[in-house]
C-alpha cells in the first residue's frame, strides 16, 4: 500500500491550470501569515517528502526551547526521538482513501476526501488539535486544522474578517426558536480558499481549512468528474444532518441557558 502510493509522488498533474482571476477574487489577497505564521510556507503541490520537510522544521522549531533547556544529554537525546517519531507516524498513519474503511468517514474531516481518486491524507496530531494533509495524485492540495472551541464561533468568523477581510460567504443555521448564528465561513483569493467550520456540538472542535486553487478548482475533473457523494463512505450525512437541520445549536443552547438563569434570578 505504501509502496503504491510512494510511487505517485512521481506523477505530474498535467490538467492543472491556474484559475483565472475574476474581479471578486482579485479585489483582497489571503496572506496567511495574518491567519496563522506557522502555515505561511505550507508546499502546496507538493509531494508526501516536501510535506514531511516542512512537518519537521516546524517541530524543530517547536522543540528547540526545550532541547535547549535539556539538562543532559540523555534528555536531549530522548526529545529527539520523540520528535523523530512524531515524524514517522506522520508517515505510518497515512490514510489511503481506496474503498475500505479508515474511520475518518465520521470525523471533523468528513466530506473533504473521496474513495477511488488516488486520494491519501496524512496527519500530526498535536495536543492543540490535530493538523491534516490531503493529497491528490500524490499532490499536497489542502490543509486541515482543528480549532479549540474558544468563544462563540460567530466571534471566530469577526476575528478572521479582521485578519483577511469580509468572507465571501457565509451560512447559518437557525434552531428552533428562530436564533440565527454562523456554522461556516468562506475566504478566497486565485490562490488559496480559506474556510472555517463549526463542528464543536459533534466533535468538540472548529475546523479550518486552507485549499490550494490551482488542484482545489480542478478537483472534480481530478476526480473523473465525480461529485462527493453525501451518502457514500466518505461523509457522515446523518451526523452533518443534525448539525445543521435538526440540531441545535450548541453556543445559542449555552446563551439561553444563561439568559433563563438571569432571569430567573432577577425575578423576585
Do not use: C
Request: zero cysteines.
Amino acid at each position: 500500500m505504501r509502496a503504491k502510493l510512494l510511487s505517485t509522488l512521481l506523477l505530474a498533474v498535467a490538467t492543472l491550470v491556474a484559475v483565472p482571476m475574476t474581479a471578486s477574487l482579485a479585489a483582497a489577497s489571503i496572506d496567511l501569515r495574518r491567519v496563522d505564521s506557522s502555515i505561511a510556507d505550507l508546499p502546496f503541490g507538493g509531494s508526501l517528502d516536501q510535506v514531511v520537510t516542512w512537518v519537521r522544521t516546524r517541530l524543530e522549531s517547536e522543540y528547540a526551547p526545550r532541547l535547549k533547556l535539556a539538562v543532559d544529554d540523555n534528555e536531549r537525546a530522548r526529545l529527539r526521538a520523540q520528535l523523530d517519531r512524531e515524524v514517522f507516524e506522520l508517515r505510518a498513519q497515512m490514510a489511503v482513501f481506496d474503498g475500505r474503511r479508515t474511520g475518518y468517514e465520521v470525523s471533523p474531516v468528513a466530506g473533504e476526501f473521496m474513495t477511488g481518486s488516488n486520494e491519501s491524507m496524512a496527519i500530526l496530531h498535536s495536543r492543540e488539535g490535530d493538523h491534516y494533509f490531503f493529497f491528490i495524485n500524490g499532490r499536497f492540495w489542502k490543509y486541515g486544522r482543528l480549532l479549540r472551541a474558544d468563544g462563540p464561533f460567530a466571534d471566530r468568523v469577526a476575528a478572521e474578517a479582521r485578519m483577511i477581510g469580509k468572507p465571501e460567504a457565509v451560512e447559518n443555521t437557525t434552531d428552533r426558536r428562530g436564533e440565527t448564528s454562523p456554522v461556516k465561513a468562506t475566504w478566497s483569493d486565485d490562490k488559496l480558499r480559506v474556510r472555517i467550520w463549526n463542528r464543536r456540538l459533534l466533535y468538540g472542535y472548529d475546523v479550518m481549512f486552507v485549499e490550494y486553487r490551482p488542484i482545489g478548482d480542478k478537483i472534480t475533473e481530478l476526480r473523473d468528474g465525480r461529485e462527493v457523494d453525501t451518502a457514500g463512505p466518505g461523509v457522515d450525512p446523518d451526523l452533518d444532518s443534525f448539525l445543521l437541520n435538526a440540531g441545535e445549536d450548541e453556543e445559542q443552547e449555552l446563551r439561553r441557558e444563561a439568559k433563563e438563569r438571569k432571569e430567573k434570578a432577577a425575578t423576585p
